[in-house]
């Protein structure tokens, strides 16, 4: 799949409706954020996996019970005054998330 860039407001807006369906969301590291390895590598890593329970209508699609189980790993590349210029963000899917995928 390509890369898609997206608004601030829409990831704030995605994140809000995926917390609605996974009230009882947890995050936790695998291995907390680190900074890139040598020269030039303005990049900031974190791999993470998230837990919960789809247990929150969001969407208009009704929650099933099942379990959250989802992992990924967020990027940040940074400037020279540590403000963000680019987030690439990998992960596997949710139930719900699957769910809004086939609503397409």
């Known amino acids: 799949m390509g890369k898609k860039s997206v608004t601030p407001d829409f990831l704030g807006e995605r994140c809000n409706e995926f ?4 009230p009882d969301c947890c995050v936790k590291f695998h291995y907390g954020p680190t900074c890139g390895r040598g020269r030039n590598n303005n990049w900031v890593y974190a791999h993470w996996y998230e837990t919960g329970t789809f247990s929150g209508k969001s969407k208009g699609i009704e929650p ?13 590349l940074v400037d020279d005054t540590l403000k963000i210029k680019e987030i690439v963000i990998t992960r596997t899917f949710s139930r719900w998330e699957e769910q ?5």
């Open 64 to 76: 099933d019970g099942s379990p959250l189980t989802v992992q990924g790993q967020t990027r940040f």
């Open 100 to 104: 809004m995928q086939l609503k397409k």
């Open 19 to 22: 917390l609605g369906a996974h």
